[in-house]
């Protein structure tokens, strides 16, 4: 499938603004009252990515003027789905958010605001995620490993820039707490990626002639047939098979942003040592890891439909074969 930069910023952005929404929650009693400031930083800067996450999805629209129907097939659609809880949980954020600029609180209101908030970032991830994973035809993503990854990665990634809040803040023991958290994060983020890019490797094994589109028996419905629209080879679906070099190199940058990288941080972070600059330095390179992975996750993707557009050995079919007609049809042939 084509990632196209809209695409890649509204499934990182909104990982990104709930993983952080999440960790203020976690740590609005764990912080010292004078540190409130530093809640409301890690806030606004939360719903600050979660308002460029949404400004993005308008430019991800074919038609943005069909966008009032979007919540029209709540009871089926994914896509509807991902459309209300993401803007309930940005509405949500904003009043926590924004609430400390025109109100005197306290640490409560951040711990009960981050918790509702929280609650429907984990609803908007998990209904993103299932918007992919209930594809059947994307044989890359059919699989419960799309919501293990997507939101794993998302949180993580809000996670770091957490760590990198409270490392600027030179808040010493909240930021080794969540360091070893963090620590334990990324070996799960890492095992979760490596089987991953195993499913996909095994789904572009199983599309070929001979085996077939991969899918699974079942009574799957064309929905569009194409007769109204171009080929399936000039939609998004159909993207070319990645070189092997170009899939090994990315995915090596990710290993290295997103796991080795990160790794070295928290353990110079352990230690002591130059808190902000080290947790800024693993905000950024997880967050860049979590870019590229995001595009390899939509670029390297294997649609079923890509049976047919490809070249490769025929094969004889399963139902067709070459047995003499029938006596009376040949006689209606000799007409």
């Keep these: 499938m084509r990632p196209t930069t809209p695409l890649l910023l509204i499934t ?24 409130d400031s530093v809640l409301r930083n890690a806030l606004l800067l939360s719903f600050a990515v979660a308002v460029i996450g949404g400004i993005s999805s308008f430019f991800h629209m074919h038609r943005p003027q069909a966008g009032k129907y979007i919540l029209r097939r709540l009871k089926t659609s994914w896509l509807s789905r991902e459309a209300l809880t993401t803007g309930l949980y940005a509405m949500i954020l904003g009043v926590v958010a924004l609430g400390p600029l025109v109100l005197p609180v306290n640490s409560w209101w951040y711990w009960v605001g981050g918790v509702l908030a929280s609650l429907a970032a984990l609803a908007a991830m998990f209904v993103t995620a299932m918007l992919y994973a209930t594809i059947p035809a994307m044989r890359s993503w059919h699989s419960p490993l799309t919501v293990l990854s997507m939101m794993a990665v998302g949180l993580s990634s809000g996670g770091y820039a957490m760590l990198a809040v409270l490392g600027l803040s030179h808040l010493t023991s909240p930021v080794h707490r969540l360091a070893i958290f963090m620590l334990l994060a990324t070996i799960v983020v890492a095992g979760i990626k490596l089987l991953q890019w195993k499913l996909f490797r095994d789904a572009r094994r199983s599309l070929n002639a001979a085996t077939g589109t991969g899918m699974p028996r079942a009574p799957y419905r064309i929905i569009d047939t194409g007769t109204t629209r171009p080929p399936y080879q000039t939609q998004t679906q159909v993207w070319p098979d990645l070189p092997l070099s170009l899939r090994g190199g990315l995915e090596a940058v990710v290993g290295l942003t997103m796991v080795l990288l990160p790794l070295g941080v928290i353990v110079g972070t352990l230690d002591g040592s130059g808190l902000g600059l080290l947790t800024v330095l693993g905000a950024l390179s997880f967050l860049f890891g979590t870019f590229v992975e995001r595009w390899l996750f939509f670029g390297d993707a294997t649609h079923s439909s890509k049976v047919w557009f490809v070249d490769q050995d025929k094969v004889g079919s399963r139902v067709a074969t070459n047995r003499p007609s029938p006596a009376f049809v040949r006689r209606f042939r000799n007409l």
């Design 12 to 35: 990182v952005l909104q990982g990104l603004s709930g993983g952080i929404t999440m960790a203020v929650a976690a740590f609005s009693f764990l912080l010292p009252p004078a540190s």
